[in-house]
């Protein structure tokens, strides 16, 4: 992408309204649920941590209509970071693929606050209780960014052309 044809994606972007809460646009997934604790199979596998560091299925329907792709992120907002901590993102995802399951790699991966390209799981400090928010985002466009690009830019161009998003907040402790 040329830095022209960058910023003029981003003009477009910033004139877009904020994301809708389509009542009719849900996630779900058989791994995790509202407000439970993430089994090991989706904690990091370092830091101190032991777990199996895969990604849960994830399902969603209802798009609304004229969703050309998606973003999946996790985020945990309770990192003791000052900014939290970005442990999925990944966008361009295809308007026709509704689910992936455990280890799918779709669309655009970027490098999580690990340093690795990918899903991390789970590692919050011992003794705290930390929230997992797994979201999707349909978007109306594909996404005129790279792998390159930090989780705060491809976050600002996702909110900025998210049509919905649903999200499932699951914890983890140790």
């Known amino acids: 992408m040329t830095r022209t044809s960058f910023f003029a994606s981003l003009m477009v972007a910033t004139t877009l309204a904020a994301p809708a809460l389509a009542d009719s646009f849900t996630l779900t997934s058989p791994d995790i649920a509202e407000g439970q604790q993430l089994s090991s199979d989706f904690v990091f596998q370092g830091f101190g941590c032991e777990g199996g560091n895969v990604a849960p299925t994830l399902a969603w329907s209802g798009a609304p209509e004229g969703t050309e792709s998606f973003a999946v992120t996790v985020y945990d907002p309770d990192a003791p970071t000052g900014s939290g901590w970005w442990h999925w993102f ?28 990918g899903f991390g799981g789970a590692c919050p400090p011992t003794g705290e209780v930390h929230r997992y928010e797994f979201t999707v985002h349909a978007l109306g466009t594909t996404l005129e960014i790279d792998n390159s690009v930090s989780n705060a830019l491809a976050g600002f161009m996702v909110n900025a052309n ?4 649903s999200t499932i907040t ?3 402790n140790r």
């Open 90 to 117: 990944a966008f361009n995802i295809p308007a026709d693929v509704s689910e992936l399951t455990t280890g799918d790699v779709a669309g655009v991966q970027l490098t999580n606050d690990y340093g690795a390209q």
């Open 170 to 172: 699951a914890v983890y």
């Open 162 to 165: 998210s049509l919905a998003s």
